[in-house]
């Protein structure tokens, strides 16, 4: 063992008080989404600004540099999976990045965002894109700011990927441009093929009272793992989750009275990021190792929970009773298959956060286009309405009939975060692969969620990949927890198979490819 | 008019921050202590620990020493009331005092009170003090080095008064001592010759459903001048008002189904805590002037709100057909008349929140002698129970039969905020002398409160009190608003005319003094 050197004392200093920043920013953020008064919103601007300058002037400070070329020979020699030599990489990793930004930009770009963020709110109020604009307007300039500031660091071959990094680092427009186009070809059949075969409406049709949905929604939650003790449930109109610590995760979601399905995926998605979050490794906090390590692998948990276990055949036989239990009605006379069949059947909508499993990356693959042309500046904000609804149209065949079902309809954008969306369909595809993965440790993992038994996939998904935060890069944990490598092909095989299950399609239309 | 010198620039600059980050640690409370999952409480101490670090380096800052000593000479020949002088002589206040203690220590205060706080709710649910003891022992062992901190200043006549100058400016422990014999030898025949008229048990007899209490107080909140837009409502085990900024004012109150004078008077209470912070002066937002001057005053405007409003009679009348719209019941049969007097009734009871407006100073004067006690090292935690029950025998004539009622009954030691408990009745006090002065400038002041209009009071308050947030000390603001200097008198007087226009005295008591 070697010694350890003196400076890893400050290093972990530094990191505490980063990491305790980040947990006061994440509080900034549930509360001005779930119960600011609305007039409280531009000094949130200013509190999220004067956040931002602190934790990016401690960043970039020319003491952190100094500390961690100093620490740089003994994590050569360190055991590379080691907690500190792992802190020092992402420090070195974070550092880097902060320093080619001025904090005074970092600090605009924070209240930019935070303005913008209730413009979309108060333009959806009004139904009025016009409303949002300047404001939008206003986060691209700044992102284009933002990335000049590394056009001198040889690093990125796209602009777009300098967005991209900050959310799933290493992942490339020229990689994403493959993947959708491979899942657009392949998708194309296969939905014809299954939307033949599908209904229309609502996945749970009727009308069910938001106490009763809230009720239900508390049980289901209870059951697959939210404890009172650390976790709450709000509502917002965008449903997200946001941990200000592994022992106090909130989530939100949406009660619609005319649509369950808002509700019951949304509770499930967003269980999925808490989970991730709750089950850092506890020596892990109070240091930059206790984040995610990307948000494909954050939107793969949230993916994972709503689809390959919420939308399965047993979650199905399972969570019926729930149902039942909290909300009777149609759910009286329901049974397993249709239920499996409701939930996963294929059709075209506009709305992404409730598209099925099928459309829904053609939803970002959508976004996906239009982020790329804003920021390759062949796409202005005054255009952004007509493109979505053209896009929407060649995509998904749909009219748009309001900008709230087309260009308002998400708060990514509002809230600055462009590069974003690709981690929903890098989510989807690693799902799919860990799911591979976890039924080969997990033989009984059907008959687990059947029964309502959640603790061994908690665990496997903590052991493998919750509890390292970001001591490995995306793309080694999911070497480490499977074998593999990022690929689209498990999920298409997953997709069609359950198709197939559901009977929601006759016969295979895919060439599987190895 | 003096050419603006550079350094004030940078001062600006640096209020600025202070102020973002004082708004911050409002939220972080706020969360506490009605969102937050109790889990989540070791990492808000740490988060609370990380922000004080922050606060106390930008107040202790060299750089921020120099500039103030290089604004020196312009603040002395510049008008003493203008914005800017009063900055930079709140500023070298803030400074001078946060030099004298060690950052460290400061945060180590910040996270203790957050533990403190923490094990005090749950000591509530547990009925048991034990568990709050050591947390308790924390915080008055940190007080002891926080007071020692200042023994080379010379400054301050007794330890104690230096608690105090950190809650009210300037208040000591002699003056206290001077204020509270008067009001004990004054109460004690007012009290005997009230409360032989005085009823039994609760203001309001009857038991009120929560969702009604919750109409009554959004109702009753809207008319005095709460705002959906800037303003939120929320329960919480301690009632009380804290606000992120002039626009973000956050009120919490406790709905007993069986005591509706909780909610009724700590809304009003909070309200008027709330009103002071949402009327600051708009051009002050940002910098250190936008807080309030002390919490004396502070607790001036809770108390003018609940009681020289709240439980007089032309509000009585006015809210009368409020409370029988919502609530129905006993309201029906009361007329104005006896609703006064029953708001008024002089009763010895244990709950100092829940006290009477005559008694209730008998409460702060017992928590006052206690915590010089404790500050002078005459009364260890230990014997505090104890302590607390004979002073309560003594003072109040009671017996306490559990810690809830006695020892346990108030968040303030475990928030750590000893020496807070003086300036409630430092804020009757001025609340009274604050009446006698509008009065003069509002003739038809009952007329206007009869017939639900605040506004005339509202802007009375903000032109006299709350714009001028920290600008002037408690004292010269309560010479200008008022002309007078702090006195019992005005309050005695203003007591004993109520109990006598209620019916609750036959004949005057006391001989007054000019």
Request: net charge negative; charged share 25%.
């Amino acid at each position: 063992m070697s010694i350890e050197p003196a400076e890893l004392t400050d290093l972990r200093r530094r990191a505490r008080e980063i990491s305790d920043l980040t947990g006061i920013g994440g509080l900034l953020l549930w509360d001005q989404n779930t119960m600011m008064p609305p007039g409280g919103a531009g000094a949130r601007a200013d509190q999220f600004e004067a956040l931002e300058r602190i934790q990016h002037d401690r960043l970039t400070d020319p003491g952190l540099e100094k500390l961690l070329d100093a620490l740089e020979p003994w994590a050569a020699s360190a055991d590379p999976d080691s907690d500190d030599a792992c802190l020092i990489r992402v420090l070195r990793r974070d550092h880097h990045k902060a320093v080619q930004v001025p904090t005074e930009l970092a600090a605009e770009i924070s209240s930019a965002a935070a303005h913008a963020q209730q413009s979309w709110l108060e333009a959806r109020e009004k139904g009025d894109f016009g409303h949002f604009a300047p404001a939008l307007e206003r986060v691209l300039e700044l992102q284009a700011r933002y990335i000049a500031c590394f056009d001198g660091t040889g690093e990125f071959a796209h602009p777009y990927d300098i967005l991209l990094d900050d959310y799933e680092p290493g992942l490339t427009t020229e990689e994403l441009s493959g993947i959708f186009a491979r899942l657009q070809s392949e998708l194309v059949p296969l939905v014809s093929a299954a939307a033949a075969a599908g209904e229309d409406g609502h996945v749970f049709p009727g009308h069910f009272p938001r106490e009763a949905q809230q009720r239900m929604a508390d049980e289901l939650l209870h059951a697959v793992g939210f404890e009172t003790e650390h976790w709450r449930l709000d509502p917002s109109v965008h449903p997200f989750a946001r941990s200000m610590a592994a022992t106090d995760v909130r989530l939100t979601t949406r009660w619609e009275e005319h649509d369950l399905a808002m509700a019951f995926y949304s509770c499930l998605h967003e269980f999925g990021h808490g989970l991730y979050e709750a089950q850092f490794e506890p020596r892990h906090y109070r240091t930059t190792l206790a984040e995610a390590t990307g948000l494909g692998v954050h939107e793969s948990q949230s993916r994972l929970w709503e689809n390959l276990v919420g939308r399965s055949r047993p979650f199905s036989e399972w969570v019926l009773p729930l149902l039942r239990r909290n909300l009777g009605g149609a759910f009286e006379t329901m049974d397993t298959a249709s239920m499996y069949r409701a939930v996963n059947q294929v059709r075209l909508s506009l709305i992404r956060i409730e598209a099925d499993e099928t459309t829904y990356n053609l939803h970002i693959a959508l976004r996906f286009e239009l982020e790329v042309a804003m920021v390759e500046g062949r796409l202005t904000v005054a255009d952004l309405p007509e493109a979505w609804n053209e896009a929407t149209h060649r995509l998904l065949g749909l009219e748009t009939p309001s900008v709230m079902e087309g260009v308002l309809q998400d708060i990514h954008w509002g809230a600055g975060m462009i590069g974003y969306f690709p981690t929903y369909t890098i989510g989807n595809l690693m799902a799919a692969e860990l799911w591979r993965a976890l039924s080969d440790d997990l033989p009984d993992i059907d008959g687990q969620i059947a029964a309502g038994d959640f603790a061994p996939l908690r665990e496997w998904l903590r052991a493998n990949i919750h509890r390292h935060g970001r001591k490995y890069d995306s793309r080694e944990l999911l070497r480490r927890a499977t074998g593999e490598e990022l690929s689209v092909e498990p999920w298409l095989g997953y997709l069609e198979g359950k198709l197939l299950d559901a009977g929601l399609l006759t016969a295979p239309v895919r060439v599987p490819r190895s």
